[in-house]
């Protein structure tokens, strides 16, 4: 996952690499994701968000569909 | 719960709902490394609290001696649990070399492009999304001078306070959520 200031940078990388563009997550999404994932993490308590967790806290930050849904089989 | 059984969270949030539990839990971070072991507590729970204590600490990530050590149990003990937390997809180990960890989520145990500064230290996050998991992880302020993926332009992020300072900046993720453990070093 890399940082790129704009989309147009986004969009270049792609093009160099001959890569797929796939979604973008502004800074805002990807604060909430970091806190998800980690904010336990040097706790007793800790663990990595289930599948189905996983889904609920992408569908909370809008981030919908196949691409992110670990579960899914449609991008093999 | 703050990484070791038996020691208190005392961090609490202000009436913002923020800012407080940020402010001290650097100095809570410290005051559990300092805490006594919990015999009882699992063995894996062991080893990873072990790493993330050590990386807390120094900035570096352990190796398998180094937890050993820290804990006083056997390196095939600390390798075996390696694997384990390896199959929870809780650590990476080193591809070509299973006593070191290449990746302790959000930490990474190599040099990366996504270099972070917290609390007077420095350590390297893995991508993007992990630059700022140090800040969560921590719940410390952190600054990575990181950098756009196609122009090398030095891009900065910060988090202050609980909060990220926002900027129009994206992350482009290229693999699907079902496959970013397929090849985690790539993805």
């Known amino acids: 996952m890399l940082l790129f200031r704009s989309e147009e940078t986004v969009n270049q990388w792609c093009a160099a690499h001959n890569v797929p563009r796939r979604p973008l997550v502004n800074l805002a999404q990807l604060w909430q994701l970091a806190v998800h994932w980690y904010a336990n993490r040097l706790t007793v308590e800790s663990r990595r968000p289930a599948p189905d967790e996983m889904v609920s806290i992408f569908q909370s930050l809008g981030l919908t569909g196949p691409f992110w849904d ?4 449609q991008w093999r | 719960m703050w990484l070791r059984s038996g020691c208190p969270l005392v961090a609490s949030r202000d009436e913002h709902g923020r800012g407080q539990e940020t402010r001290k839990s650097c100095a809570i971070l410290q005051t559990a490394i300092n805490c006594a072991p919990m015999p009882e507590l699992d063995p894996d729970i062991q080893v990873k609290f072990a790493i993330y204590e050590i990386t807390a600490e120094t900035g570096s990530v352990p190796n398998s001696s180094q937890v050993a050590r820290k804990i006083n ?33 959000p930490f990474s145990g190599v040099p990366t492009k996504f270099p972070v500064e917290a609390n007077g230290k420095h350590y390297y996050a893995n991508c993007v999304w992990d630059a700022y998991g140090i800040a969560a992880a921590l719940h410390c302020d952190v600054i990575s001078r990181a950098s756009d993926g196609y122009t090398g332009e030095p891009l900065t992020l910060e988090a202050k306070n609980g909060e990220p300072v926002l900027k129009s900046y994206v992350a482009h993720f290229g693999v699907p959520a079902a496959h970013w453990w397929d090849n985690l070093i790539f993805t």
């Open chain 1, 70 to 73: 670990p579960k899914s089989d």
């Open chain 2, 73 to 105: 149990i056997e390196e095939n003990e600390v390798l075996a649990a390696f694997r384990r937390l390896h199959a929870k997809r809780l650590l990476l180990p080193e591809p070509s070399d299973p006593h070191r960890i290449r990746m302790a989520p």
